[in-house]
């Protein structure tokens, strides 16, 4: 009988000292986890910081021109779109393209007049066309965080039912979503975690992001955070306007998609009618390459051809 509870309480010691190992080899598991996970946040902060201060250019001349307001927020335009150029490389880009443009007909032409009047409006597209590209990476990257915004404001009102504070439910979204929103909630983590309070966190989301909605987001929260409440019922109603919104948006789309189609049609059809023409008579169509006027009309009529489909975009762009 003593043998038999000397082996049991030995097999039970045993077992219960095997569990604690488990546990703590699980507990720093977890640990280094969270840690490796701190880690990685911190570096893209710091990327991303890097990038916002470093200068504008490397090349001397250009170093005491690109000062003022200008840097500062071209900087933040090309981290809203993901671009990773300095403002420096950003405008010697935009130089060059338009330089480039303004040099190949007048090179083509022998330097003649009609070669500089068809390279200005070419010099001046060129130097517009990246400034239109990064505006439309910024315009996807914000229309991908609005359309995020739903679920992140659902995941933190789960959170915040569940007990948990927001520091503790964005830190549940960040696991849980895709970028780009991932990114601006894990650098609100970072900011946290480095000592910032969460309203100071939150504003400077704002700012990096860019956002109109994330910015009605975060006013509603601090708000709460001033005046208290049920934060949680506050997102949800928060989260029920964007839900509302986004349905508008895809109400007026669908209303104006003739009218978007038609713009289509009305700036390619000509393109389409000059070949047509010039393959049933190429001698006519020719004189518009050949003859001075010919490409001085022709580069007014491209140029009125790109203004119209721009201000019909412009008209069907309907603000909600």
């Known amino acids: 009988m003593v043998e038999g509870l000397a082996a049991l309480f030995a097999f039970v010691t045993v077992a219960l000292f095997g569990l604690a190992l488990l546990s703590a080899r699980r507990g720093d598991r977890l640990l280094t986890e969270r840690i490796r996970a701190l880690r990685e946040q911190e570096e893209r902060l710091q990327q991303q910081e890097a990038r916002l201060r470093r200068p504008a250019t490397t090349l001397p001349v250009l170093r005491d021109l690109l000062r003022g307001g200008w840097v500062e927020k071209t900087s933040r335009t090309l981290q809203q779109a993901d671009v990773k150029l300095r403002p420096g490389e950003y405008l010697m880009m935009r130089l060059l393209a338009g330089g480039l443009l303004f040099v190949i007909p007048v090179v083509f032409t022998g330097g003649s007049a009609v070669g500089m009047l068809v390279g200005v409006p070419l010099a001046v597209a060129g130097y517009v066309a990246p400034a239109l590209w990064v505006a439309l990476r910024r315009r996807r990257r914000l229309n991908a965080i609005e359309r995020q915004l739903p679920e992140l404001l659902s995941l933190l009102s789960s959170s915040l039912r569940s007990g948990f504070g927001l520091q503790q439910g964005m830190d549940v979204a960040a696991r849980q979503m895709e970028p780009p929103m991932r990114d601006e909630i894990e650098g609100f983590l970072l900011d946290t975690n480095l000592g910032a309070s969460a309203e100071a966190a939150l504003v400077n989301m704002v700012e990096r992001a860019g956002s109109y909605d994330l910015d009605m987001v975060v006013t509603a929260i601090l708000i709460q955070r001033m005046t208290g409440g049920n934060l949680a019922e506050v997102l949800d109603n928060v989260g029920e306007t ?4 986004e ?3 895809g109400e007026i789309r669908t209303l104006t998609a003739q009218q978007r189609l038609t713009g289509t049609i009305l700036s390619v059809y000509p393109a389409v009618l000059a070949g047509l023409f010039y393959l049933i008579n190429p001698k006519w169509m020719s004189v518009l390459f050949t ?3 010919g ?5 007014i009529g491209l140029f009125l051809q790109f203004l119209g489909f721009l201000t019909i975009r412009r008209i069907l762009d309907i603000p909600i």
Do not use: K, T
């Open 242 to 245: 964007m839900r509302e919104r």
């Open 291 to 293: 003859d001075g006027l």
């Open 247 to 249: 349905r508008i948006r």
């Open 295 to 299: 490409q001085v009309l022709l580069a």
